[in-house]
T-cell receptor, first 116, second 113 residues
Framework: NAGVTQTPKFRVLKTGQSMTLLCAQD?????MYWYRQDPGMGLRLIHY???????AKGEVPDGYNVSRLKKQNFLLGLESAAPSQTSVYFC???????????????FGPGTRLLVL | GNSVTQMEGPVTLSEEAFLTINCTYT??????LFWYVQYPGEGLQLLLK?????DKGSNKGFEATYRKETTSFHLEKGSVQVSDSAVYFC????????????FGKGTKLSVIP
């Protein structure tokens, strides 16, 4: 049981390049989230998904797109990277409200992204 | 809207010292409250939680009590170890079917031998 995994661990991009961050979970969770973590800012929600095929905007969605084609995967895309997107990105998942402890989110190890 | 305020860091303590990290929140209704811990180079892990007023969450020697009257959820540990060095995040989820987390900015704790 790997929990939540993220690929890649670290990436350097040039301004204007695109990339996709992959999050995978093997806990059969319905809900998945993408956060960014910046110094002194805590974690801020970018986008989230309440189930396969659905996505919604969070607090800071601009410049990002997401897709949830399979229940276990949640992809975060940067179409044209900017230096302001230099950050550490965390994915998280949780079970639906019908199960035990639905309020607990499980986090991946993070992806460190540097945009030059 | 919902918000979480926690004490600014960094906090540096000697081993076996007493730890308190203050956390206060603003929310309507009856939120659930959490402390997450992030060890160096890792993702966040749930440390403890409390889902209703006067509940005490505890884990690994850490404790926090949900105080609705003071809208607080302070984290405490009686005797810290070097291995407790990490960043600690206070968070809330609004409840009433909404489980989106709002995080505080984090408090970095360093414990020196």
């Amino acid at each position: 049981n790997a929990g939540v995994t993220q690929t890649p661990k670290f990436r350097v991009l040039k301004t204007g390049q695109s990339m996709t961050l992959l999050c995978a979970q093997d806990m059969n969770h319905e809900y998945m989230y993408w956060y960014r973590q910046d110094p002194g800012m805590g974690l801020r929600l970018i986008h989230y998904s309440v189930g396969e095929g659905t996505t919604a905007k969070g607090e800071v969605p601009d410049g990002y797109n997401v897709s949830r084609l399979k229940k276990q995967n949640f992809l975060l895309g940067l179409e044209s990277a900017a230096p302001s997107q230099t950050s550490v990105y965390f994915c998280a998942s949780r079970r639906s409200s019908g199960g035990p402890s639905p309020e607990t989110q499980y986090f991946g190890p993070g992806t460190r992204l540097l945009v030059l | 809207g919902n918000s979480v305020t926690q004490m600014e860091g960094p906090v540096t303590l000697s081993e076996e010292a007493f730890l308190t990290i203050n956390c206060t929140y603003t929310a309507t209704g009856y939120p659930s409250l959490f402390w997450y811990v992030q060890y160096p180079g890792e993702g966040l892990q749930l440390l403890l939680k409390a889902t209703k007023a006067d509940d005490k969450g505890s884990n690994k020697g850490f404790e926090a009590t949900y105080r609705k009257e003071t809208t607080s959820f302070h984290l405490e540990k009686g005797s810290v170890q070097v291995s407790d060095s990490a960043v600690y995040f206070c968070a809330l989820s609004p409840g009433a079917g909404s489980y989106q987390l709002t995080f505080g900015k984090g408090t970095k704790l360093s414990v020196i031998p």
